[in-house]
């Protein structure tokens, strides 16, 4: 079992900038996504990173969001720059066991509660 607890929410006005962070309690998963849902949405890709490093992100953050980790910290980061109103959402971090860019929400197997990032226009 992968507990996986997210920090770093709250509220920007647009144009700024947020960087979550996803503390794990190993790192035995291999590859680490965020995802978001915003209310009334299913949840959303965000982004991914494989344990070496590898990231791969969907078009409607690509440029503005920066996903990194800390293997020795066991814990991941979400940078996200520009937000824009749309980025509203609660953000998700999971866990995978594959050694792959994982894209899929069903191909996760643990997942963190979640933490509120409202954008004000």
């Known amino acids: 079992q992968v507990q996986l607890v997210e920090s770093g929410g709250g509220l920007v006005q647009a144009g700024g900038s947020l960087t979550l962070s996803c503390a794990a309690s190993?790192?035995?998963?291999?590859?680490m996504g965020w995802f978001r849902q915003a209310p009334g949405k299913e949840r959303e890709f965000v982004g991914t990173?494989?344990?070496?490093?590898?990231?791969y992100y969907p078009d409607s953050v690509k440029g503005r969001f920066t996903i990194s980790r800390d293997n020795a910290k066991t814990t991941v980061y979400l940078q996200m720059n520009s937000l824009k109103p749309e980025d509203t959402a609660v953000y998700y971090c999971?866990?995978?066991?594959?050694?792959?860019?994982?894209?899929?929400?069903?191909?996760?197997?643990?997942w963190g509660q979640g933490t509120q990032v409202t954008v004000s226009s």
């Open positions: 999971a866990a995978s066991f594959q050694a792959r860019l994982v894209t899929r929400k069903d191909d996760y197997n643990f």
């Open positions: 190993t790192f035995s998963t291999v590859t």
């Open positions: 990173i494989t344990w070496t490093g590898y990231t």
